[in-house]
């Protein structure tokens, strides 16, 4: 698909991959929307992105709202829905008293408000210029973390919704993206152990995402999402055994 001269909005657009995937699509002359909670940290990114900022909480239906109105007010248009605003805690899930917290919290962020606000946005895209949704979920979708139990669950609800949506919005002319980033330098992985991992930059992985956009490649596992993607289908409980003994359980 063609990838200039969009109205791309990107969702947890102020850091990390969120961050990088707003500055390549805006590479490319696109009109880019960037949302997220932190005001502040918004309007710095979005300076320094040369994007326009909409401070919205993706698990606020009213905001999603506001945020998809005031796009059609400046843009007249959404071609490119970017899902990418997520979290991810790592603790024990029976020795944590905030547990129920926890994992309400990363369900409504991480699964949720993505599925909701692509519904949301859906007929505000139909008019738009081959529309397009990317969901970014993680390599975790194809083989858990022991450390992030609720996380790894949420990547592999996205992985499959994408897989379903992909056919159902097929016939309504909107395509449907899944980027599986690997372990990668962003805020979302400060101070997490990788062992004998490197974590990848995020242009490489958001490069990865635009080449496959631009061939139409749907299930984007970048770097070395790619050999969790064949183990997993391989030999997955090989697999497993090797994330416990490489990472451990990562009790917090």
Same mark, same amino acid.
């Given at each position: 698909?063609?990838?200039?001269?969009?109205?791309?909005?990107?969702?947890?657009?102020?850091?990390?991959?969120?961050?990088?995937?707003?500055?390549?699509?805006?590479?490319?002359? %696109?009109?880019?929307?960037?949302?997220?909670? %932190?005001?502040? /940290?918004?309007?710095?990114?979005?300076?320094?992105?040369? =994007?326009?900022?909409?401070?919205?909480?993706? =698990?606020?239906?009213?905001?999603?709202?506001?945020?998809?109105?005031?796009?059609?007010?400046?843009?007249?248009?959404?071609?490119?829905?970017?899902?990418?605003?997520?979290?991810?805690?790592?603790?024990?899930?029976?020795?944590?008293?905030?547990?129920?917290?926890?994992?309400?919290?990363?369900?409504?962020?991480?699964?949720?408000?993505?599925?909701?606000?692509?519904?949301?946005?859906?007929?505000?895209?139909?008019?738009?210029?081959?529309?397009?949704?990317?969901?970014?979920?993680?390599?975790?979708?194809?083989?858990?973390?022991?450390?992030?139990?609720?996380?790894?669950?949420?990547?592999?609800?996205?992985?499959?919704?994408?897989? =379903?949506?992909?056919?159902?919005?097929?016939?309504?002319?909107?395509?449907?993206?899944?980027?599986?980033?690997?372990?990668?330098?962003?805020?979302?992985?400060?101070?997490?152990?990788?062992?004998?991992? /490197? /974590?990848?930059?995020?242009?490489?992985?958001?490069?990865?995402?635009?080449?496959?956009?631009?061939?139409?490649?749907?299930?984007?596992?970048?770097?070395?999402? /790619?050999?969790?993607?064949?183990?997993?289908?391989?030999?997955?409980?090989?697999?497993?055994?090797?994330?416990?003994?490489?990472?451990?359980?990562?009790?917090?």
């Amino acid at each position: 698909m063609m990838l200039e001269n969009k109205v791309v909005l990107v969702t947890g657009g102020s850091s990390g991959i969120g961050a990088e995937i707003a500055r390549q699509f805006r590479a490319l002359g %696109n009109d880019v929307v960037i949302c997220g909670r %932190n005001a502040e /940290k918004l309007a710095a990114a979005a300076a320094k992105l040369d =994007a326009h900022p909409i401070r919205c909480d993706v =698990a606020n239906v009213d905001e999603c709202r506001q945020m998809l109105d005031e796009i059609d007010m400046q843009f007249g248009r959404l071609d490119i829905l970017v899902n990418c605003a997520g979290i991810m805690l790592m603790y024990d899930f029976h020795a944590q008293a905030d547990t129920p917290d926890r994992l309400q919290r990363e369900i409504e962020i991480n699964a949720i408000a993505p599925l909701r606000l692509t519904h949301m946005a859906l007929p505000h895209m139909l008019e738009g210029w081959e529309p397009a949704i990317v969901f970014v979920s993680s390599g975790l979708a194809y083989i858990p973390f022991p450390a992030t139990p609720v996380y790894s669950g949420t990547k592999a609800l996205i992985h499959h919704s994408s897989m =379903a949506l992909r056919h159902q919005l097929e016939g309504y002319g909107v395509k449907v993206f899944e980027l599986l980033p690997p372990v990668t330098d962003t805020p979302l992985a400060e101070g997490m152990d990788t062992g004998s991992f /490197k /974590k990848t930059p995020p242009a490489d992985v958001v490069a990865e995402l635009i080449s496959a956009m631009r061939k139409d490649r749907f299930e984007i596992a970048a770097g070395a999402s /790619k050999q969790l993607r064949l183990m997993s289908r391989i030999a997955p409980a090989f697999l497993f055994r090797q994330m416990v003994k490489q990472f451990g359980g990562g009790n917090r």
